[in-house]
């Protein structure tokens, strides 16, 4: 199997400068997971669209997965309660 590019959008980036170094890089460690794995054990589709869903600790990462081009775009990060609002 490939392993898919990742494209962490601009505004997910912001958010991960602005987070405890310790956190971030837990989080950006799951992102580089997603190369080799991009529908690990644990992710879920979302409803009404084409996302999955990841969590890692209290946070989750929202990601698209385009198998044609073996990309994965990280489209969302956050805290699991603030997340979806």
């Given at each position: 199997?490939?392993?898919?590019?990742?494209?962490?959008?601009?505004?997910?980036?912001?958010?991960?400068?602005?987070?405890?170094?310790?956190?971030?890089?837990?989080?950006?460690?799951?992102m580089?997971?997603?190369?080799?794995?991009?529908?690990?054990?644990?992710?879920?589709?979302?409803?009404?669209?084409?996302?999955?869903r990841?969590?890692?600790?209290?946070?989750?990462?929202?990601?698209?997965?385009?198998?044609?081009?073996?990309?994965?775009?990280?489209?969302?990060?956050?805290?699991?309660?603030?997340?979806?609002?």
């Amino acid at each position: 199997m490939a392993n898919y590019k990742i494209v962490i959008t601009t505004s997910v980036q912001k958010y991960l400068d602005k987070l405890p170094d310790t956190v971030a890089e837990k989080l950006e460690e799951a992102m580089l997971k997603l190369e080799e794995e991009p529908r690990p054990v644990g992710c879920q589709k979302m409803s009404g669209t084409s996302a999955y869903r990841i969590r890692v600790g209290n946070y989750k990462i929202i990601y698209a997965i385009q198998d044609k081009v073996v990309l994965v775009i990280v489209l969302d990060a956050g805290a699991r309660r603030d997340i979806y609002r």
